[in-house]
């Protein structure tokens, strides 16, 4: 029938999207599960990067904290946060601490989530810029680099590397909350790569909504941020997406305008 036919027609286009001062905005788009169900309970304190005493339902248990990050703005005594069950006989914790509400906004710091949700924009092309090019190969293995994705185009070929954000102040996203060499290699390795031939795009995930830029952490991470403004200038495509976080889902929300301006370095 014309109304299938037209149905068919509209899921083989690209995600659709408008810009909205600077902002690019997804008009349809699909929302990934989450593994669940999640727990609430109260954040307590956080001995080491890997580890916080909760309180679920007046009893103090240990869960691990995925993201290593310092996320001091975030994991401030007596938060609301969601855990997960982990069982494992050689796991340390039974569970596993997931999101954080900061006031009313849901942030992921599940540090494996945005490549899994990369994963399903990819395949259900919900991200405009990527929506032609397919997945080859995830955890790509490149001379002494792996990439999370091979992307393929015809005879062209993309290195995609995603990174996961949680720090926003005054609604401007910022990576890394905390120094990163593995982050900083691999911007430098894919500066490397693409002069071999790769096209190279590295995509930031802010797993939260209430983002409108995105900045390197100039103050945190000079190297990173240096290194990162110096290979946008060589052909590194830079995009920032932020999420809709809940519970049960995650959803695609906003393409952020990128600011890699800083007043101690400034591209040529």
């Not at 788009?29 to 307590?44: C, K, N, T, V, W």
């Not at 869960?63 to 997960?84: F, N, S, Y």
């Not at 990819?122 to 792996?146: C, M, Y």
């Not at 990162?228 to 830079?238: K, P």
Request: hydrophobic share 45%; proline share 6%; with cysteine.
């Amino acid at each position: 029938s014309v109304r299938r036919l037209e149905t068919r027609f509209h899921a083989a286009l690209p995600s659709v999207q408008r810009s909205i001062r600077g902002r690019v905005t997804i008009l349809k788009p699909l929302s990934m599960r989450i593994p669940g169900p999640l727990i609430p309970a109260e954040f307590i304190l956080r001995p080491n990067r890997f580890l916080a005493k909760v309180r679920i339902d007046g009893k103090m248990v240990w869960a691990h904290v995925p993201d290593p990050g310092r996320l001091k703005e975030l994991l401030i005594p007596g938060a609301r946060v969601l855990v997960q069950a982990k069982n494992g006989e050689k796991r340390k914790t039974k569970f596993a601490l997931v999101m954080v509400y900061k006031g009313e906004e849901l942030v992921s710091i599940n540090t494996l989530l945005p490549n899994r949700f990369v994963r399903f924009c990819l395949d259900n092309r919900q991200i405009p810029e990527l929506a032609n090019w397919t997945v080859i190969k995830p955890e790509f293995l490149v001379g002494h680099s792996r990439f999370d994705f091979l992307l393929g185009k015809g005879r062209q070929q993309m290195l995609l590397e995603v990174k996961s954000v949680t720090l926003v102040e005054d609604r401007i996203a910022k990576f890394p909350d905390a120094v990163t060499a593995r982050g900083l290699r691999h911007i430098q390795h894919l500066s490397e790569m693409r002069q071999t031939g790769y096209a190279t795009t590295v995509l930031f995930i802010v797993q939260r909504s209430d983002a409108d830029r995105f900045q390197p952490h100039w103050s945190r991470d000079p190297a990173f941020a240096q290194a990162l403004a110096l290979a946008q200038t060589e052909g590194l495509q830079i995009l920032v997406y932020s999420a809709q976080i809940t519970p049960e889902c995650m959803t695609l929300q906003n393409r952020l305008v990128v600011d890699l301006n800083s007043e101690e370095w400034l591209p040529v």
